[in-house]
């Protein structure tokens, strides 16, 4: 059983899921539910309406071709480091109950490819300048969210990785050690920020006329808040008094000076 979805309450239980891995033979739901059918799904459809308003208007348009752009490259980065979401909550707490079953297969595909579906029925003229900026700001998103990511990946597959051994960090009693420098020394979820800047430019091209294509940002901005916070007390389980020292030591939790 899930240990994160056996509460007792059985709305949370129903929500988060009572069974870790539910499993045919070898064939493991959740595990094959968390990447493939909604990433891939979630990038078919905006191919789908890419090709439909190069069937409207002639062309598609370069907000299209930006949304899409930096969707796929977010798509391709997960199954490329398909195997860091073995060592995601999702995978090691979470059972696979309605929020895992019905995210994967029905929220991710049909609502993360929001901001493609309002450019269809909303056009947005954007210049060459303004493109300029949202691609440097989802550079700038991409470069944290996976420096962040492969850091952490890095030292946990092997710390003395040359690429990780100078960085600094602290003893646990479990014998692991957390890092307290690099990334991890700015924020105690750098591969958050990184991930909701992101967001943010998914979001631009769509212009600031509306507030529909800024939903995913409002809402994973959400997500990650009470994901950050689940798996705060899970590391204070885990890691007791080193997690104390770990928060004093880096005291924001995902903007530095913010929050
Ligand atoms: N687009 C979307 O809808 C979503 C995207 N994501 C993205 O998925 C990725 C994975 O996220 P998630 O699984 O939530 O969390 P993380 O990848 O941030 O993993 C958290 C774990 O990392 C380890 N850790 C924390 N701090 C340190 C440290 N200082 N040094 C070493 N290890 C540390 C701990 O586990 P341990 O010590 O046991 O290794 C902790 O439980 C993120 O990039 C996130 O942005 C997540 C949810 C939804
Ligand atoms: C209100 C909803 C029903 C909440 C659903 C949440 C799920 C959509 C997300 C929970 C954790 C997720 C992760 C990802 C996608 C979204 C869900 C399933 C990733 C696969 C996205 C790509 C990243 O590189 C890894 C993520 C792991 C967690």
């Not at 073995?86 to 059972?95: E, F, H």
Request: net charge neutral; proline share 6%.
């Amino acid at each position: 059983l899930a240990p994160g979805g056996n509460s007792g309450n059985p709305i949370y239980d129903f929500f988060l899921g009572r069974e870790l891995n539910p499993r045919i033979c070898s064939f493991d739901f959740k595990y094959f539910c968390e990447l493939r059918p909604g990433l891939i799904g979630w990038v078919l459809i905006n191919l789908a309406l890419l090709m439909q308003e190069a069937e409207l208007r002639g062309s598609p348009s370069l907000a299209m071709w930006l949304v899409n752009g930096f969707q796929l490259l977010y798509v391709g980065d997960a199954l490329w480091h398909e195997e860091a979401v073995l060592t995601t909550m999702d995978i090691i707490r979470d059972g696979f109950g309605f929020m895992l079953a019905f995210g994967d297969l029905a929220w991710v595909p049909f609502t993360y490819s929001l901001q493609a579906q309002f450019l269809l029925y909303h056009p947005e003229p954007l210049g060459l300048p303004l493109a300029s900026v949202i691609c440097l700001i989802k550079a700038v998103g991409y470069y944290i969210f996976r420096g962040a990511n492969s850091q952490k990946n890095t030292f946990r597959k092997n710390p003395s990785d040359p690429r990780v051994a100078d960085l600094e960090t602290i003893s646990t009693a479990t014998g692991r050690r957390l890092l307290v420098s690099g990334w991890w020394g700015m924020v105690r979820h750098p591969n958050y920020l990184g991930d909701l800047i992101m967001a943010l430019a998914w979001s631009l091209p769509c212009g600031v006329s509306h507030l529909l294509p800024y939903f995913y940002l409002l809402y994973f901005t959400a997500l990650l808040v009470h994901r950050e916070a689940r798996d705060e007390q899970q590391c204070l389980q885990k890691y007791g008094l080193a997690w104390h020292a770990y928060c004093r030591r880096v005291p924001y939790r995902i903007v530095p000076y913010i929050y």
